[in-house]
């Protein structure tokens, strides 16, 4: 983008505010709070990026990030509490885990190899992964459909038939797979919101365990997976 185009073709950025604490034992990082507040990207009007922006319904990226962290370094559980990702006029992703036989050097700085290590150590009991619709998803369509000449309406309810489709296929044809498909098309039709919990079988999964599958049905037999929308 040249200077001299309309609007210029520089890249803005903005931030109201930050608030961060931790509280250590030693070295280790025990519980972490952290705010970061009207986070904004504007980009130059007439780039690529600006140009998708606004067909999207956006003059710039502008959101904010909160959430909490805590660990016990005696049973080695990582906590991650209501993570959240708030988009003004998009919505909010909120996550939440709980992780297992974390080594302390994950927290902090490392080798990156003896950290990768450590990672495939680790296991998982369960995440939560929460979207709360706040016109993202309105905004999707309606860009899809400009670029495929088509009504949002008519992509929205033919996005829900390929789902309720395609997801049962892409997952094996698992048993499982029949809920999921149908609150996917839920969420599709009306998307207010939708909530993803996955929740280890049993005892915790180990990361390298999850890394190694290659079959959706050795997922579903190790995992429970639970999909809820519009509630």
């Given at each position: 983008?040249?200077?001299?185009?309309?609007?210029?073709?520089?890249?803005?950025?903005?931030?109201?505010?930050?608030?961060?604490?931790?509280?250590?034992?030693?070295?280790?990082?025990?519980?972490?709070?952290?705010?970061?507040?009207?986070?904004?990207?504007?980009?130059?009007?007439?780039?690529?990026?600006?140009?998708?922006?606004?067909?999207?319904?956006?003059?710039?990226?502008?959101?904010?990030?909160?959430?909490?962290?805590?660990?016990?370094?005696?049973?080695?559980?990582?906590?991650?509490?209501?993570?959240?990702?708030?988009?003004?006029?998009?919505?909010?992703?909120?996550?939440?885990?709980?992780?297992?036989?974390?080594?302390?050097?994950?927290?902090?700085?490392?080798v990156p190899q003896e950290k990768l290590?450590?990672?495939?150590?680790?296991?998982?009991?369960?995440?939560?992964?929460?979207?709360?619709?706040?016109?993202?998803?309105?905004?999707?369509?309606?860009?899809?459909?400009?670029?495929?000449?088509?009504?949002?309406?008519?992509?929205?309810?033919?996005?829900?038939?390929?789902?309720?489709?395609?997801?049962?296929?892409?997952?094996?044809?698992?048993?499982?797979?029949?809920?999921?498909?149908?609150?996917?098309?839920?969420?599709?039709?009306?998307?207010?919101?939708?909530?993803?919990?996955?929740?280890?079988?049993g005892a915790p999964v180990p990361v390298?365990?999850?890394?190694?599958?290659?079959?959706?049905?050795?997922?579903?037999?190790?995992v429970d997976v639970q999909l809820k929308?519009?509630?």
């Open positions: 983008v040249k200077a001299n185009a309309p609007g210029g073709n520089r890249i803005r950025l903005s931030l109201a505010g930050v608030n961060a604490t931790t509280q250590y034992e030693g070295h280790t990082p025990v519980r972490s709070v952290a705010e970061i507040n009207g986070l904004a990207i504007e980009l130059p009007p007439t780039s690529d990026g600006g140009r998708t922006l606004a067909d999207l319904g956006y003059k710039k990226l502008d959101f904010s990030i909160a959430g909490e962290m805590r660990y016990d370094p005696v049973k080695r559980d990582l906590t991650i509490a209501n993570y959240t990702i708030s988009g003004v006029n998009a919505g909010r992703l909120i996550l939440s885990g709980t992780f297992g036989n974390i080594d302390p050097s994950l927290l902090g700085g490392g290590a450590a990672l495939m150590l680790a296991n998982i009991a369960q995440l939560d992964i929460r979207f709360i619709n706040e016109g993202a998803v309105e905004n999707g369509f309606a860009f899809a459909a400009a670029q495929q000449g088509k009504s949002a309406a008519g992509l929205r309810s033919e996005a829900s038939m390929l789902v309720g489709q395609m997801l049962p296929l892409l997952l094996g044809g698992d048993p499982a797979a029949l809920p999921l498909a149908r609150a996917a098309q839920d969420f599709l039709r009306e998307s207010k919101n939708f909530t993803l919990s996955l929740k280890a079988r390298s365990r999850l890394s190694a599958i290659g079959d959706p049905a050795t997922f579903f037999a190790l929308s519009n509630q």
